[in-house]
């Protein structure tokens, strides 16, 4: 309790006490973990709208003539080719092709992008911009910006409804400047669930406006339970679990993320070489064939020989099964390999699977292209 | 702020578990409290009948989404029946946890029973957490 002073509050911490979430530390904010319930908030996601807030991650703005350039040497994905108005995702890597951060570019202007990144990482990732910009300008917007994400086959409808002239003709990975409850926004068709939805940067200051509106117009509150749940579902890597400044992209299986061909950008002679070589360990999304849940840290074995790590774990509630990610040796990353998942000494059958766990083809919600 | 319902025909520990008297055996389950603090139960690991726990040993574990907690014996003796219909559907924990989401039945080896907390202490000392 006597932390809970030090951690950081977004604009809509009194509003998410007052909907009677639980709230919990996350990357040094204190956020929701559920309003209603997990298992609920996971389901308005994938059969109607769910309203996160996180406008805990940070957004790192570079700007003038150097802009692009800069960021093409900073981040794994192609820059300079990315239009205005467009969204890549892509990983800012160190020199060891280690993630320092995984993040999303937007490309707003010729001279003009920023970097939305995890909250836990703001200020490493402003200090490693900084270090690389030379000429362009860096500023971290965060603390100005509220963002919210609005996910789930009915959000294009809701946000129709708050004034958005016509979401639905936004695709994906593109994003407007527009009014959304009369608000100035940027509203981009991205989210972190593998449902169809929409990010909304605002003003910070009216962030609550836009957000009262949506649950309004019936979006339904969700948390950061929910949000876990639904990226293992989509095999969507969180930063500290499947990432980070020790493991590869390539290792991660974010290959298409990363312009080893073009080259140019930090990490890409170790990237290039690990290619080559071979990556020694691969990330794999596993199903529990008995019951139980996989947690990050469980042991990954065979033959009572430890593998790897499990980095997540969760029940999926719409496969009603146990699914999981985690690290093994390339020799055991094939679709059907039997793995054993150790929980609390108990060596629990699972089977390596094709990622992501859940398709919108499964899911049965209207698709957003 | 969140309500609880605690029977006053029950005693609690101070792990969240209550227990009942039912002829020469003591039931045994998780309280209201500690249902709504995990939130949706999705697991729940319990012994095999016949074994001998003493008052305070993990006896089994609940898991939620995001938690994972153990369960402790709030008395001493065998474990004569335990809640299988548990292992198919865990979420009866929180839709019933003094009735069908019950977990173990115990035969007592001591009188321990009685220094178990009334509903009214319990009470109290949930609130005391929560403050």
Known sequence: MSDAAALRRTPLHARHVALGARMVPFGGWDMPVQYTGILDEHRAVRESAGLFDVSHMGQIWLRGPEAVAVAERLVTCPVASLRPGRVRYGLLCNERGGVVDDVTVYRVADDELFLCVNAANIEKDYRWVVRHAGEADVRDQSDATGLLAIQGPEAAGLMTRLGDPDPGTLKRFRFRETKVASVPALVSRTGYTGSDGFEIYLPAGETETVFDALLEAGAQPAGLGARDTLRLEAALPLYGHELDDETTPLEAGLDRFVKLAEGGFLGAEALRAQSEAGVERRLVGFVLDERGVARADHALARDGETLGRVTSGAPSPTLGKSIGLGYVPAGFAETGTRLDVLIRDRAVAAHVVDVPFVTKASVGGQTGG | ?131
């Open chain 2, 1 to 131: 702020m969140a309500e609880y319902d605690f029977p006053e025909s029950l005693r609690y520990s101070r792990e969240d578990e209550w227990a009942r008297v039912e002829g020469d055996r003591i039931v045994i389950g998780v309280s209201d409290y500690a249902q709504q603090q995990l939130g949706d139960i999705v697991f729940v690991e319990l012994p095999d009948v016949g074994t001998v726990v003493s008052a305070g040993d993990p006896f089994g574990v609940i898991e939620s989404v995001k938690t994972v907690s153990d369960l402790f014996a709030p008395i001493s003796g065998e474990i004569v029946a335990v809640n299988a219909d548990l292992a198919e559907s865990p979420e009866t924990v929180n839709e019933d946890c003094y009735g069908d989401g019950w977990m173990i039945a115990i035969e007592p080896s001591d009188a321990e029973f009685e220094t178990l907390l009334s509903a009214q202490d319990y009470a109290q000392y949930v609130k005391d957490r929560e403050d």
